[in-house]
């Protein structure tokens, strides 16, 4: 393992344009983010490409679907101050590196990967026997590696993708990283150091190689950290020499596992789109009051009389994602004792989902009546993203031979 990416702390990820969405998006990314935004240098991009994939034989719902996902990102608070927002196709340096990574990943490499299968079977209906489906995680890892990204935010289901990025840069580190003179460069970046760190940089490098001293491997990378007079690319040799490789041109991401959301629909099921179970962010409140109605109780507790049992309630869910311990409490002894009917115990979840939204709303409706200001922020982000998209494929062309001056 590399630290070189966590150190720089940049933070990368997207989701695949599925239109407005709801509050499992919310409690499940979408918060996380905006945290994440306050303390990291956050790339946060729309994933048409990856889109395509599944949706090549109707790409007319996308464009729609981006907009709204990007309103909805905004309006949950995603900061275009603090991260960079922007839509995977306008930054074609993205499918160059795909394109490249291609050329080292062997084949069985994304065969394994366990969401290839998974979803052939799961979307029968579709034929995804695609080249493109099967570089699905390829185009992910070029996602995240064309920024160096040091922490990926994902659920369970991703990790495998990011473990794939992990390998590929690996393999990419080892077979391009290895400069003829990789030796005389390396050390000539130590004495560029100055005399105090080479001295240091030398110590712990030998500690590390000879004696597998792994404090003292962290002591060099920190002092590396530090350093204010070498370049990006000494650097990058000084980090692959400490460990005995070649220069470190795609450092490997982590991933950053989002906690689980336990965020429940209408039904008690998870909330998912497919399971027609989801309250939408953008729901007018008294839809959202309505479906929180209407949602299914306890089926013993027929009769207001019969006391009934939170733990097979999905307003009970509810309750444990918006309530505190005061009105759990109520909760608990009132529905086992029959002393609250199901609609006073819905009341206090109604009014908390509708106290969350209100923000949202309201910010989502100040983004639709600036469809521009919308457009103006994802260029801005684009135009960011691009830059250090770009100087990733200057070093990685340079790295595979193939600029021709
Ligand atoms: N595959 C991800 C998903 O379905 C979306 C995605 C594409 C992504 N590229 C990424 C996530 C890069 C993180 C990093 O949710
Ligand atoms: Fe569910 Fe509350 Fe009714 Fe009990 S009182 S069944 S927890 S809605």
């Keep these: 393992m590399n630290s070189v990416a966590t150190q720089h702390a940049r933070v990368l990820s997207g989701m695949r344009p599925t239109g407005r969405l709801h509050l499992g998006h919310y409690h499940g990314v979408l918060k996380n983010w905006v945290e994440l935004q306050h303390e990291y240098d956050c790339y946060f991009f729309v994933a048409d490409w990856h889109a395509l994939t599944t949706h ?37 340096e993205h499918a160059e590196l795909h394109l490249l990574l291609s050329m080292i990943t062997p084949l069985g490499w994304l065969e394994r990967v366990p969401s290839y299968k998974d979803q052939q079977e799961k979307l029968k209906e579709k034929d995804l026997a695609t080249y493109g489906f099967l570089g699905y995680p390829l185009l992910q890892s070029a996602d995240i590696l064309i920024y160096k990204a040091g922490l990926v935010p994902v659920g369970e289901d991703q990790v495998a993708h990011v473990e794939l990025t992990r390998e590929v840069a690996r393999r990419f580190n080892h077979i391009y990283g290895r400069e003829a003179n990789f030796e005389e ?10 005399k105090k760190s080479a001295k240091l940089y030398t110590r712990y490098r030998k500690a590390y190689q000879e004696q597998g001293d792994s404090e003292a491997l962290e002591a060099a990378r920190a002092l590396l950290e530090t350093q204010q007079n070498i370049t990006v690319n000494d650097r990058e ?3 692959g020499y400490l460990e005995g490789g070649g220069r ?18 209408l039904d008690g099921q998870k909330m998912s789109k497919s399971y027609g179970n989801t309250i939408a962010l953008r729901d007018d409140p008294e839809v959202v ?62 009014d908390a989902v509708l106290r969350e939204l209100a ?18 922020i994802i260029a801005e982000g684009t135009e960011a993203a691009r830059d250090v998209a770009q100087e990733t494929m200057a070093e990685v062309r340079h790295a595979m031979s193939l600029l021709y001056r």
């Design 359 to 376: 923000p949202i709303q309201e910010r989502a409706r100040e983004f639709e009546a600036q469809p521009e200001l919308v457009r103006n």
């Design 248 to 265: 470190i041109i795609l450092p490997e991401p982590q991933p950053l596992l989002t906690k689980a959301s336990r965020m429940p629909g």
């Design 237 to 239: 040799r000084l980090f």
């Design 289 to 350: 009051e309505n479906a929180l109605r209407r949602m299914p109780t306890d089926t013993n507790r027929v009769r207001r009389n019969d006391p009934g049992d939170p733990a097979r309630c999905p307003v009970w869910q509810f309750h444990e994602v918006y309530s505190g311990d005061d009105v759990r409490e109520w909760v608990q002894n009132g529905c086992k004792s029959a002393g609250i009917g199901c609609i006073e115990c819905k009341q206090p979840v109604i």
């Design 56 to 92: 090549y034989d109707d790409p007319s719902i996308i464009p729609g679907s981006v907009w709204d996902m990007v309103i909805d990102w905004l309006a949950a608070g995603v900061n275009h101050g603090e991260s960079r927002v922007f839509i995977q196709s306008q930054v074609p």
């Design 185 to 194: 460069m390396a050390e000539a970046a130590v004495k560029k150091m100055g």
